[in-house]
């Protein structure tokens, strides 16, 4: 698996490779925390449950970041793991994390909401999916 960010003009752009659908869902999620900071600076102290459908899986791409950065805002939390399964377009995770600590995280930027930019989600040649969009700093 593999979560990386990508250059993008005015945002940022976020990426998750793995497997299988709900891992890039997963690395798409790091690669979203990663843009804030060092995720190994993220203490995995905190579960907090998610869920999310939409009608296809670029929407639910779209909808799963967004209720990540919701729950960043809300609960002042960064998460660095994200455990996720996905059913008919029906996502459901567990984010791990911590509550912001300035000092230590310094975060480099705070994510307003993922954007239809560059969303893509699909299953490659090789079987492995690729999940990625533009989320609006």
């Given at each position: ?52 459908a939409a009608p296809n899986d670029a929407v639910l791409l779209f909808d799963w970041l ?38 230590r995280h310094q975060p480099a930027v705070e994510p307003k909401g993922a954007t239809f ?21």
């Amino acid at each position: 698996m593999t979560a990386t960010r990508f250059p993008h003009g005015a945002d940022i752009g976020v990426r998750g490779e793995g497997p299988t659908l709900a891992a890039a869902f997963a690395e798409a999620a790091a690669a979203l925390s990663a843009s804030v900071c060092d995720l190994d600076a993220i203490r995995l102290e905190t579960p907090v449950a998610i869920e999310c459908a939409a009608p296809n899986d670029a929407v639910l791409l779209f909808d799963w970041l967004n209720r990540v950065i919701y729950e960043m805002a809300v609960r002042r939390m960064l998460f660095s793991r994200f455990e996720t399964t996905i059913a008919n377009h029906r996502l459901r995770a567990v984010a791990w994390g911590e509550r912001v600590d300035p000092n230590r995280h310094q975060p480099a930027v705070e994510p307003k909401g993922a954007t239809f930019t560059e969303l893509r989600v699909e299953r490659r040649p090789d079987g492995s999916w690729l999940a990625q969009c533009v989320v609006d700093v």
